[in-house]
């Protein structure tokens, strides 16, 4: 964060992530902060590619301090605003995916860790490609109201429904490290999301979590993943749709804002090596409350990444 709000208001100039400098060159930054305005897998409601310029905009009431842990990730790591990986070939799914997989290969080679943000959630397949190809298999905490592991939709396996049946297909993922925590709604067909039972993920349904909590939610995830090295992919329609109306694929009876605080304060602890939020969509958002909650997780997925780099650091420097 540039200024001290008592010195410049938060009003002020052109608003980038949580008033970060923005960078087109990312090396030298610690953890980078980029948009990916694209929403073109999208299977019913669009407008996810408006997502990172409202959450922009609102991110400028993100303040320095978590009042609830105290982190304080804009003192603990060098963050700036990488700006927006985007794609000239917006018509065609394929190779706008590749477009933005050559865009997060350079926020690889630059060494920073991203935090993306949506866009529908068919990019977290393309970030994943340019981050973890040529090693492990990562883990990952997925918090969604869908688990995004089916197969063909109308003709396309790549879709915002499917990138983590790809993922485990290429070897990005590990089912076996992964928790899908806020699973709900109906379904078109009763095994819908089977690629991920059969694969060994942890799939956490909304209605365990209304009996655990997302206290208990979050010790799955613990479990589930372990010491490695972890992907967070947040989807906003996790939250209830009272939370988050702004979204592409709303389901009732979903997470409150104040729950999800809770559930990612206590993923705390796991080694989250990149994260993305997504499925932002402002179009259908009402006086900007989804893209407030969004900027407001943004804030708290900073606070992890930068306790995780913090944590590897220190690891490595024994
Ligand atoms: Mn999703």
Redesign the pocket.
């Given at each position: 964060m540039t200024s001290d709000p008592q010195t410049r208001p938060r009003y002020l100039g052109l608003p980038t992530f949580m008033r970060l400098p923005y960078a087109e060159d990312v090396s030298g930054a610690d953890i980078a902060v980029l948009g990916v305005p694209f929403d073109g897998g999208v299977s019913n409601r669009p407008g996810a590619r408006h997502g990172p310029r409202a959450i922009r905009d609102l991110s400028s009431m993100v303040r320095k301090v978590n009042q609830a842990t105290g982190a304080a990730p804009f003192d603990a790591a060098s963050i700036v605003d990488g700006g927006d990986i985007w794609t000239e070939r917006v018509y065609r799914l394929e190779d706008a995916h590749a477009d933005i997989q050559a865009g997060f290969a350079k926020v690889r080679e630059a060494g920073a860790v991203p935090l993306s943000v949506g866009g529908d959630?068919s990019i977290s397949l393309p970030i994943m490609r340019a981050l973890f190809s040529g090693g492990p298999p990562v883990g990952m905490v997925h918090i969604?109201a869908?688990c995004?592991t089916a197969d063909d939709d109308v003709g396309s396996r790549f879709h915002?429904g499917a990138p983590f049946s790809r993922a485990v297909e290429e070897g990005l993922l590990d089912p076996k490290r992964t928790a899908q925590i806020g699973i709900r709604g109906a379904l078109f067909q009763p095994d819908r999301w089977k690629f991920s039972y059969d694969a060994g993920m942890r799939v956490v349904p909304m209605e365990e979590v209304y009996e655990i909590g997302p206290k208990g939610a979050a010790a799955i995830a613990h479990e589930v993943v372990g010491d490695g090295p972890t992907y967070l992919s947040f989807?906003i329609?996790c939250l209830d749709p009272a939370f988050a109306p702004g979204t592409g694929t709303p389901e009732i009876g979903g997470f409150s804002t104040a729950e999800a605080l809770v559930l990612l304060r206590r993923l705390a602890g796991i080694d989250f090596v990149a994260g993305d939020l997504?499925?932002v969509s402002p179009p259908f958002d009402s006086a900007g409350i989804t893209a407030l909650a969004g900027a407001n997780i943004m804030f708290e997925i900073l606070c992890l990444l930068t306790a995780s780099l913090a944590a590897r650091r220190s690891a490595a420097a024994k």
């Open positions: 959630h969604d869908h995004d915002h989807d329609d997504v499925e």
